[in-house]
């Protein structure tokens, strides 16, 4: 797990908790592999100036974009605690969340907390997720920042 600590307005440390190196990599490679497929209708001999070709190269370029986001999002999730905060950043979206809104840690693991207007909602913790057998390490890494993020939301700063 890395912990980097940093300053906050209030002078507050943020606890970072984020999957190992070996498993962001692996977040990442569904929108590496989409972003490759994109290329797929491209003709390996190399394109010439024509309207036609130009029109595939654009629409290859503009296919692979949501992969490459989807990369760089997989490969950056993490959840940060700062002060009266929580952010989980995800695959597909980024959540601020106050503290003090958490109901639970759930064991899916997924933080289930209450909105203004009462609702209930949860925000899964996908970057700590074991689906299937995963190797001893990683399994421990993940338990160990659920058990970091489980002890911070008991402090409630």
């Known amino acids: 797990m890395i912990i980097v600590p940093a300053t906050v307005a209030s002078d507050h440390r943020v606890m970072i908790l984020r999957p190992l190196p070996m498993t962001r990599v692996a977040n990442s490679a569904p929108g590496a592999v989409l972003a490759t497929l994109a290329w797929l209708p491209l003709d390996p001999v190399p394109p010439s100036t024509s309207l036609a070709d130009l029109a595939v190269l654009f629409a290859c370029l503009a296919a692979s974009v949501p992969g490459v986001v989807l990369a760089v999002r997989g490969y950056r999730m993490s959840v940060a605690v700062a002060g009266k905060v929580i952010t989980v950043r995800g695959l597909l979206r980024s959540r601020t969340i106050r503290r003090a809104d958490v109901v639970a840690l759930t064991s899916l693991p997924s933080l289930r907390w209450r909105r203004p207007s009462g609702r209930t909602v949860h ?22 920042c659920l058990r970091r993020l489980a002890r911070a939301l008991r402090r409630r700063t």
Do not use: K
């Open 123 to 144: 925000t899964p913790l996908i970057m700590f997720m074991e689906i299937g057998p995963v190797l001893r390490a990683v399994a421990a890494h993940n338990e160990d």
